[in-house]
């Protein structure tokens, strides 16, 4: 038969309250550790992603360096097309040949539209090709609301995201290129005697930032994407919408600050840890230990923390033979304003069946006295 045990779990944080209230038509803030949504404003509506399309133009080129296809080295040639693009500039001239590890810093740093589609058409012919293969990577690293029609966040209403995707495309670059990703602090730097700033300031003014990206257009609005690394801690925010540079600015810092301040990492269960015992019929041992398969670590505020709950089930008796590390149950958490979390349950240990005789006397007595005996 089924058997079940509720725990309740509470633990105590700093003051987690929810009731601010952001300028950001859409917002996220992610843990990039643990992957739960810290907070969260229309976080699958629709966005015009804006420069913030850069970092899967980036991760492109990351990718393509991880496998060796390209070096940082490689020169690719300025065309016309990328010359007269406007918007935000790294300046190369037509004609040009560009090396991949300045077109990176005129992409990340400078934000450079023109950069953005010299590594499109080399690496792809043209923009549009190079736009599906944008679009084949977001379907890979799970990005369900994104369609890009150009390499560098250019207006165009099929053109789009949301800050969710947004963040697990920063996060998958972050993960996947950590060598690479470093660029993304990079504060300025010099091209055709030029020198440009890194259009992120929070990475002069916020300890810990050390990417990703800012966008704007008229439309959007100003946005960034922007990764900070605080006591081995890693938050995601992304934001949009905004009507200055200063707002972004201010509700980047405010929504890093909140994450640090109110919420932390709490293990709920250690990989292996014991959960409770069960019996154990016609086995050669009477009882076996349940133990959790997997380490499970959340980010929690205090109002969820104080209300987490955890239901275990699983078969009691067991009938041997059972193998080590064998599924036998299920642990349920349940968190206010999450998904529901199923984690598999396992024996501790093997336990091999009784002999022929002994199995049919331990039987018999089990139903009995409603005990197990050891042979």
Known sequence: ?????????????????????????????????????????????????????????????????????????????????????????????????????????????????DASIVVAENISGSEESFAALMNKYAKEIGMKNTNFTNSSGWPDKNHYSSVYDIAILSKSLIKNFPKLYEIFKEKKFIYNNIRQYNRNKLINSYEGVDGLKTGYTEEAGFGISVSSLKDDRRIIVVVTGLKTGSERATEAEFLLDWAYRNTKHYVIFEKGQILST????????????????????????????????????????????????????KARIIIPDRNIITVDLISKDEIKRSKSIFRLFSALKYLIFGNIVNE
Do not use: C
């Open 1 to 113: 038969m089924k058997f079940f045990i509720l725990f309740l779990i509470s633990i105590f944080i700093i003051n987690p309250s929810h009731s601010f209230e952001l300028k950001s038509s859409n917002a996220i803030v992610f843990d990039y550790d643990t992957n739960d949504i810290l907070y969260q404003k229309n976080l699958d509506k629709i966005i015009q992603p804006a420069s913030m399309t850069k970092i899967m133009t980036a991760y492109i080129v990351f990718d393509q360096l991880k496998d060796g296809i390209l070096s940082l080295d490689d020169e690719f040639k300025v065309s016309k097309n990328a010359y007269l693009k406007g918007g935000s500039r790294m300046f190369v001239e037509m004609g040009d040949r560009v090396k991949v590890r300045e077109l990176l810093l005129g992409i990340i740093v400078q934000s450079g539209n």
């Open 278 to 329: 069960t019996d154990v019929w016609l086995g050669k041992e009477k009882s076996l230990d349940i133990i959790t398969s997997q380490q499970l670590t959340k980010s929690l505020t205090l109002e969820q923390s104080q209300n987490l709950e955890i239901f275990i089930t699983y078969d009691k008796p067991m009938e041997a033979p059972i193998e080590k590390n064998q599924v036998i149950g």
